[in-house]
């Protein structure tokens, strides 16, 4: 027997010759110590996404290897062969926290040799921006014994339904300390228990499912309750 070491990749040929100089049929051997070659490697939307979107992944290089993956997050996942001959495709999910993540590709082919290719494709994860409901518009109100009476329009949003609105009041225009929110998206609303001959200033914003207020409050009005006056005897 005999052990061939340390052979360059590429065709060898090996024979036998004995003492009396005969030599046996050579036999051909194609040595590969070459890891796979990453042809292409394209990841699916591309630029910045979303939490948990989806990614679509696909590599190429020689067909037929024993594993395809890549990893992201220090997670791998396995390519599987597609349709296209030596092409390697999966479906991931972006991770859940924004922020800049790398991808890597791990490809072994049949002799194992292996290629582990770090940082192939850079992926930005953003969460979007929500959309604030629009300023409330058509504040008004009726001052009344202890109270004021308001009414105005509903707010028309871009993204999420409007779930109430957050009335702001006070005893200054610019100091609207206090607040209260409607039940639901109603148009209307009476602040009570307030001190009659004292005037307050109010406005409002929208609040959406999200949470979200309007980026700006509406109108700032100013009324005064007063208490009925008294019948003259």
Known sequence: SFDARGLESGP?????MSDDSTVSSSVAVLVDTL??????????????VKPGEALKIK????????EAKVR???????????ADLGTYEATLPAPQTAGR????VILVDKLANKAELLNQKSLTVAAPKLVAPPKVEGLTGKAGNGSIALDWQAALPKENPIAHYRIYYGFHFDQLNEKV????????????A???DTQYFVALKAVDTKGTE?????VTIAATPTAPATPEV
């Open 59 to 66: 590599a190429q290089s020689e067909p037929e290897l024993e």
């Open 12 to 16: 060898h040929s090996f024979y036998v």
């Open 35 to 48: 890891p796979p070659v990453l042809n292409s490697f394209s990841v699916y939307p591309e630029g910045t």
């Open 181 to 192: 929110n409607t039940e639901g998206p109603v148009t209307t609303y009476t602040l009570s």
């Open 72 to 82: 992201l997050q220090g997670i791998e996942e396995t390519l599987l062969p597609g």
């Open 194 to 196: 307030l001190t009659n």
């Open 214 to 218: 309007s980026e700006e409050m509406s």
């Open 101 to 104: 993540f790398s991808l890597d």
